[in-house]
């Protein structure tokens, strides 16, 4: 399944505290034709709260189901904050002809919103 698409990023933004939010771990996973979920990469954020690039350089990925999930437990505790959510995934859909999707988190301890990002 050969695709398009050239890149899936996130930018996570702590709103109780009005920052990014940096040290996130970050996984990205594809639902294979199975239902199996595969990781395709990890990482964290950045200290603007960004991870720029989840997909792997050389691989080609395209139309299908993927997931975010956010390791907030980790970023949670590292701020001696008890938050409600200790992960939160985020599912979306790649439709043909798109080349760059932008999954935005705005996080606090007991709540998060997310939308389709430019």
């Given at each position: 399944?050969?695709?398009?698409?050239?890149?899936?990023?996130?930018?996570?933004?702590?709103?109780?505290?009005?920052?990014?939010?940096?040290?996130?771990?970050?996984?990205?996973?594809?639902?294979?034709?199975?239902?199996?979920?595969?990781?395709?990469?990890?990482?964290?954020?950045?200290?603007?709260?960004?991870?720029?690039?989840?997909?792997?350089?050389?691989?080609?990925?395209?139309?299908?189901?993927?997931?975010?999930a956010f390791?907030?437990?980790?970023?949670?505790?590292?701020?001696?904050?008890?938050?409600?959510?200790?992960?939160?995934?985020?599912?979306?859909?790649?439709?043909?002809?798109?080349?760059?999707?932008?999954?935005?988190?705005?996080?606090?301890?007991?709540?998060?919103?997310?939308?389709?990002?430019?």
């Amino acid at each position: 399944m050969a695709g398009n698409l050239k890149r899936i990023s996130t930018h996570v933004l702590d709103t109780s505290q009005g920052k990014p939010a940096t040290g996130v771990p970050v996984r990205l996973d594809r639902k294979e034709p199975s239902g199996e979920w595969t990781q395709i990469s990890t990482g964290q954020t950045d200290t603007d709260g960004r991870c720029a690039q989840l997909l792997m350089e050389g691989k080609e990925f395209g139309v299908g189901e993927y997931r975010i999930a956010f390791g907030t437990e980790i970023y949670f505790r590292s701020k001696g904050v008890d938050g409600l959510y200790p992960q939160i995934e985020i599912m979306f859909q790649v439709r043909e002809g798109e080349s760059h999707y932008h999954i935005p988190l705005l996080l606090s301890s007991n709540g998060y919103t997310t939308y389709r990002g430019s």
